[in-house]
């Protein structure tokens, strides 16, 4: 059974910073490209950053100079490090994965598998 986990959200005052953690289970880790992106309320779910073992890492550039992905294929996790953190990087954060490791996009429909999700809230 696929499995994507993200944790490390919260809350954080603007400025800060957070980094996200996914893990995986169940797929061959290193042989998908793997992606996050976020949903703010009212709005439609945004790529962020995606990256595979032959593309990227890509960036939106909302995000470009100030996250940063990256991966530990010893132990299956995907991360985002967030920095400069702004109100606007509000939302829901999501993991997603899929097998095509080449011309990587944020389009979400052809993301195969997706995490559940972990809050971020940028606030003072």
């Known amino acids: 059974e696929v499995q994507l986990v993200e944790s490390g959200g919260g809350l954080v005052q603007p400025g800060g910073s957070l980094r996200l953690s996914c893990a995986a289970s169940?797929?061959?880790?290193?042989?998908?490209?793997l992606g996050w992106f976020r949903q703010a309320p009212g709005k439609e779910r945004e790529g962020i950053s995606c990256?595979?073992?032959?593309?990227?890492?890509y960036y939106a550039d909302s995000v470009k100079g100030r996250f940063t992905i990256a991966i530990d294929n010893a132990e299956n996790t995907v991360f985002l490090q967030m920095n400069s953190l702004k109100p606007e990087d509000t939302g829901v954060y999501y993991c997603?994965?899929?097998?095509?490791?080449?011309?990587?996009?944020?389009?979400?429909?052809?993301?195969?598998?997706w995490g559940q999700g972990t809050q971020v809230t940028v606030s003072s």
């Open positions: 990256i595979s073992s032959i593309e990227g890492p």
């Open positions: 169940g797929f061959a880790f290193k042989n998908h490209a």
């Open positions: 997603a994965a899929d097998p095509r490791t080449f011309n990587l996009e944020f389009n979400s429909q052809r993301w195969d598998y």
